[in-house]
């Protein structure tokens, strides 16, 4: 089903949305629009569903308050939603898919929700896979492998949990993951400061494989290489998503409304979200789609039919001993 195909009015735009650099023009000339699949996942009360709208720049989904108070505290299994919507960056039009998982991490064992994430994302692949084994391929099949996995991480102003930990670990060979830290408002900016630092810190003593915007100082041009290294100083993202658009000066703008102050989602000194949504839909576009296909796909393909040629040499080493050991007895 077809999501939000018109456009919001009176809603603050990217203020990189007419921003790109040459990676991403080879992509505009796809007459049916650009397809890209992102899968949003963390704990709830996280934002993700605010995250959702805000990068959408239009309601995507509505709120989802629970109807049965005394319901409220039991966790319910994680679940996939699906959602699509067109949109137009750049002159470049997206089929944005957006796989989003309420559910994940509110119950004790969480083992259920890696489980669950993993088989989709190879499922994903097993239908390539099995398309391109095809001796007449389906004109109209779509790929719907995941290329961004959006991770939130819970603000707690310390270091990653376990859950981060191990999500991350066990799902970074098979998606680019991006850690974000949701409603990093909750944080002043020197607490922002040092959670990030301690992040990276754990990403890095874990040897967590997160999307890490890498050098290709062999390919890419002077500024591309600058980009990069600006966006891996970022990382982790701190987002703020809000639906509610003002106008300050004849600009609309999202903003976030406090006793304290004001947080202006669209400014890069308030927080990371432009920046990111910059990234996923324009900039970094095509980077992550070719890593979907070049890297992570191509090594889950040669895991795949090498398990499978094992699994059929040690079938047929088991048939063969089997009829040696008749003719022995014979």
């Known amino acids: 089903m077809k999501e939000g195909s018109g456009e919001d009015q009176n809603v603050a735009p990217s203020v990189y949305s007419h921003v790109s650099r040459p990676g991403s023009h080879r992509y505009k000339n796809a007459k049916k629009g650009l397809p890209f699949n992102v899968m949003l996942v963390g704990e709830s009360g996280l934002g993700r569903t605010t995250f959702l709208n805000t990068l959408c720049e239009r309601t995507v989904v509505g709120s989802n308050d629970k109807s049965n108070a005394e319901q409220a505290h039991i966790a319910e299994p994680m679940q996939f939603k699906h959602h699509t919507v067109e949109m137009d960056e750049d002159g470049m039009k997206i089929i944005l898919n957006i796989i989003d998982t309420p559910g994940f991490g509110d119950g004790i064992d969480?083992?259920?929700?890696?489980?669950?994430?993993?088989?989709?994302?190879?499922?994903?692949?097993?239908?390539?896979?099995?398309?391109?084994?095809?001796?007449?391929?389906?004109?109209?099949?779509?790929?719907?492998?995941?290329?961004?996995?959006?991770?939130?991480?819970?603000?707690?102003?310390?270091?990653?949990?376990?859950?981060?930990?191990?999500?991350?670990?066990?799902?970074?060979?098979?998606?680019?993951?991006?850690?974000?830290?949701?409603?990093?408002?909750?944080?002043?900016?020197?607490?922002?400061?040092?959670?990030?630092?301690?992040?990276?810190?754990?990403?890095?003593q874990y040897e967590i494989p997160v999307f890490n915007f890498p050098d290709g100082e062999d390919e890419d041009d002077e500024e591309t290489v600058e980009e990069n290294a600006e966006l891996r100083a970022m990382m982790p993202f701190a987002v703020v998503g809000c639906e509610e658009v003002v106008n300050e000066d004849g600009r609309p703008m999202r903003v976030r409304n406090y006793p304290w102050g004001v947080v202006q989602v669209d400014n890069d000194e308030h927080s990371d979200f432009d920046r990111l949504r910059y990234v996923l839909l324009n900039s970094h576009i095509g980077d992550l789609r070719d890593r979907t296909q070049n890297e992570i796909y191509e090594l889950y393909r040669t895991e795949k039919l090498s398990g499978n040629t094992a699994a059929l040499a040690n079938a047929a080493n088991v048939q063969q001993q089997q009829q040696s050991h008749i003719m022995t007895a014979a």
């Not at 995941?146 to 102003?157: D, E, N, R, S, W």
């Not at 930990?165 to 020197?190: A, F, K, Q, Y």
């Open 110 to 204: 969480n083992e259920a929700c890696f489980t669950q994430i993993q088989e989709y994302l190879e499922t994903q692949f097993d239908e390539v896979l099995a398309e391109e084994n095809r001796i007449k391929r389906n004109p109209k099949f779509k790929d719907s492998r995941v290329h961004a996995l959006v991770y939130f991480i819970t603000p707690t102003g310390h270091s990653l949990r376990e859950i981060d930990i191990e999500m991350m670990r066990r799902l970074g060979s098979r998606v680019n993951i991006i850690p974000v830290i949701g409603r990093s408002d909750s944080l002043t900016p020197r607490e922002l400061v040092l959670f990030k630092q301690r992040i990276m810190n754990d990403i890095a």
